[in-house]
């Protein structure tokens, strides 16, 4: 069983920066994908960053250049670096972990973003 626990979240003014953790319990393979999604009140859940265990990393148009996304292969953490943020990155970010065809979640961290 693999359990994921977020934290870092919390309120944050325009133009502030956050960084969330995710830490990865259990039994974690070497190969394995992490992902942050993030799910905004009445919207669907939506892809945030990706970095895969070789370390390629990916982003959502909408964070690109503002969010950085790395893992501690070591501690089986993965990291989301948060600058510049805006109202509109206000959600609950979720972390996701892929291996062996398994997807696995988090329970989430609030981000808010005041204007």
């Known amino acids: 069983q693999v359990q994921l626990v977020e934290s870092g979240g919390g309120l944050v003014q325009a133009g502030g920066s956050l960084r969330l953790s995710c830490v990865a319990s259990g039994s974690i393979f070497s190969i394995n994908v992490m992902r942050w999604y993030r799910q905004a009140p009445g919207k669907q859940r939506e892809f945030v960053a990706v970095?895969?265990?070789?370390?390629?990393?990916n982003y959502a148009d909408s964070v690109k250049g503002r969010f950085t996304i790395s893992r501690d292969n070591a501690k089986n953490t993965v990291y989301l670096q948060m600058n510049s943020l805006k109202p509109e990155d206000t959600a609950v970010y979720f972390c996701?972990?892929?291996?062996?065809?398994?997807?696995?979640w988090g329970q989430g961290t609030q981000v808010t973003v005041s204007s």
């Open positions: 996701n972990l892929e291996q062996m065809a398994y997807n696995y």
């Open positions: 970095i895969t265990s070789g370390g390629t990393t």
